[in-house]
């Protein structure tokens, strides 16, 4: 197969970036504290989740919310499959279907995980990829809503806001940073693919597109699938390693997270997803640090809670109003990087 | 008998609220395009004024709604000027993301400079007793929900079609750079949209809290999700589909309450966005999406 | 009364129009003329302040070149544009209403509105009917009636013949020649040569961008060459 000229600069760029994943990663686990381990693990889980949402987003350019509940399903079905059935009896003693008497390898779990995912997604965008843009955006919202209420309702399954627990551990650093590597090649691979540009020039001229035959609704659906298995890999990653999840982190606050990193990184762009998701991780951390009132050069500040959530809100607001597209805008790291 | 007239009137009252949230929304929508999410947090503070006057003004419940509306409508126009100025020609979907921003940060505001516990107010409970009408017992706040939803019906459609600016907001709709050509300006459409959207809003919030009788940072959320569903359904930017939506959604609401198992009480809307969901499929763009019809640009 | 010079109206990184200037005196009729894509909507868009523009714009001494909009409609520049833009969603009469937008006499919205429905007595007719419904030379005349409306000291007409059936074009002719004599400043872009320079006192011919010819109608009508690619394109 010969690569296309944008093709060879995107593989150039995926390797850039992946390089940084790869520093970034080799730095944490070399200088890293535990406790700061778990962090850096976290915004690698984050990564996955705005590219997952970048996917989707930057080349259909239509806003989803429902994503933190696709990576919750991803989550919940590995932890079903996984889970030693020992451990289930105790956790989940009414659960119906036998899915309380089976164990799986953590393999097969995921891939399961997935599978389900994915046609979970494929069922759900029928419906969305259909509607215009603030309609999908809306209905997507409501989507969120469903699947939360679920988890929350069918406790006998998910525990709801419970911990359901004994999730073999069996992610390290190394892995996820693995996985970063592989979604950001299979992201931007989407991005350069013949359906990658053929969605983003629907989107920014849907009836020129439609004029030279371009069928928006199925590439849509091809994103937004994808979306949904990127989004069930990170919600895998965040089980395996954390070992206990339960129904709130898929919900609101992770969706508003992860929107915001991708909206300042640029949308657009598979290197504005991690620029954007490495700046909010970190810079977040300052700003959880300010909110717990420590005691900066002598003063003792007061006890400060939802001052991320209002540098966050306005984050969004100020990079709406100043910089749309983003601080990447339409380039990618080789653009900056490379001639054109 | 009784038992179906009750339902009914529940259906009405709840379509009723959602009417008058998704109106709203529509009339901010309809003029500049712009999906606002922080309709809900705009209702937060009205809630908020309240516990405010209750606790330092006075206890008279009159001067605590008043306070409620002005401090909506205030606030709505407040958000216009510094929020959305900046992205009003923007696209729809940097005009949503900005208004996420935008509900976010006051949210979290209650959050940091309230509480984030639930706040009681309880100057509005006398709004609520149970009347006989015709051998059925009623709420006297569904009754006055009800009642508000057609005035502001009413009031709305008149100002809409009698007043220039009504006009000009109607206009705007269509075509808001030749509503500007007539010298028309700008700023005051958007501001008038935006104080008749925190007006509205106002008012849901008087019904909202009486109902709930407290008030938390979140209040605003699961109102302003059903007018947006409300909204999604009757066609968004259509003040008539608004209030179709909204009536629409309460029977829904009001029918899944009956029909479902007490068990399954947790999953209502999960039902109830599923059933949308299905309208929407029947017709993807709402029910009354306004045409898209723009004249050639200058 | 309107005096423009070296005019660039910019879309983007794209010149539209590359540094014209033409001046309309008070009580004239001017035309722009020039084939599809010259830059006639462009140098109107600029008049109004709908398109970026560098250069002067003046307009009775005053400076028009960043200012709203809104300001130069009340300044009085009022104007018809290209597709007529009326509001299709609207009454007729609603239409009127809004094009008096700026005015704050009542009983004179009222009269001028009257007026216009006798002296077009199909508008008349549907008042209370949406303007969408109007054919396409009922809605050119609303569009103008509506421009009209805001009391302006110079109107803008681009391509008021613009798709219509001739005896239509006629008509709309006759009514700007009508409003000239009653002392109205026009400023006329138009594809119809023959009927445009029939009306007018002075014209331009833009082509490209910029400026390819420009004087009195008397003298462009001796230039045969001229006449003869003009009227070829009307
Ligand atoms: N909104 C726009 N964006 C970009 N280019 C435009 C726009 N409007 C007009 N143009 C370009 O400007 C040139 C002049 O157009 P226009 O002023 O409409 O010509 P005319 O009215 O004489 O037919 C054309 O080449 C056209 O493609
Ligand atoms: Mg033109």
Known sequence: ?340 | MDYAIQQMVNALSFGAEYALLALGLAIVFSVMGLVNFAHGDVIAVGGYTMVAFAAIVTANPWIVILGAIVAAALTSVLLERVAFRPVRYADPTTGLLTAFGVSIVLQNLFLLFVSPRPIAVTSLYFMDVPIEMFGVQVSSLQLLESVTTVLVIVGLTLFLNRSVWGLAMRAASLDFEMVRLMGIRANRVFALAFLISGLLAGLACIFIMARRGSVDPHLGFNPVLKAFVACVVGGFGSLPGAVLGGFLLGAVEVGMLVLLPQEYGGMKDAFVFGIIALILVWRPNGILSPAVEKGDKL | MLDIRNLKVLYGPIEAVHGISLRVEEGQCVTLLGPNGAGKSSTISAICGVAKATGDITFLGQDLLGTEIEDRVRAGISVSPEGRRIFSNLSVEANLQLGAGIRTDRDGIEADIDHWFTTFPILGERRTQSAGTLSGGEQQMLAIARALMAKPKILLLDEPSLGLAPRIVGQIFDMIEQLKSEGMTILLVEQNARQALRISDYAYLLNTGTIQAEGTTATLGQNDELMAKLTGLG
């Open chain 1, 1 to 340: 197969m010969t690569l296309a000229r944008h093709q060879k600069r995107g593989l150039i760029g995926a390797a850039l970036l992946s390089l940084i994943l790869i520093a970034i990663g080799v730095l944490a686990a070399w200088f890293g504290s535990r406790y700061q381990l778990r962090l850096v693990y976290g915004a690698y889980v984050n990564l996955l989740v705005v590219l997952g949402l970048q996917v989707f987003m930057g080349n259909a350019r239509v806003t989803n919310l429902s994503h933190s509940a696709f990576m919750g399903i991803g989550a919940y079905a590995a932890a079903i499959c996984v889970t030693p059935a020992a451990t289930k009896a105790i956790s989940l003693p009414d659960a119906p279907w036998g899915l309380a008497a089976f164990t799986l390898d953590p393999l097969t779990s995921a891939i399961i995980a997935i599978v389900i995912t994915a046609a979970i997604a494929a069922l759900v965008g029928l419906f969305i990829v259909r509607m215009t843009a603030i309609g999908a955006t809306i209905a997507s919202l409501a989507v969120l809503v469903i699947i939360h209420s679920i988890f929350l309702f069918r406790t006998d399954i998910f525990k709801g806001n419970q911990a359901f627990f004994g999730i073999p551990q069996v992610f390290s650093l190394t892995s996820i940073v693995v996985l970063s590597v592989v979604v950001v090649l299979i992201a931007r691979g989407f991005r350069e693919s013949h359906w990658g540009i053929q969605l983003r020039a629907s989107a920014d001229d849907e009836t020129g597109a439609a004029a030279m035959g371009v069928n928006v609704v199925r590439l849509r659906l091809v994103a937004w699938v994808l979306s949904g298995i990127i989004l069930a890999l990170a919600g895998i990653a965040y089980a395996y390693y954390l070992g206990t999840i339960s129904a709130r982190p898929f919900y609101f606050n992770h969706v508003f997270l992860t929107l915001a990193m991708l909206i300042l990184g640029g949308m657009r762009t598979v290197t504005g997803a991690v620029l954007g998701t490495f700046l909010i991780s970190f810079g977040l951390e300052v700003v959880r640090w300010l909110e717990t009132g420590p005691v900066v050069a002598g003063v003792d500040l007061p006890e400060a809670l939802g001052l991320s959530g209002v540098v966050l809100g306005l984050v969004i607001v100020l990079t709406m109003t100043l910089r749309p597209q983003g601080v990447m805008g339409d380039r990618e790291i080789e653009d900056i990087i490379l001639r054109r």
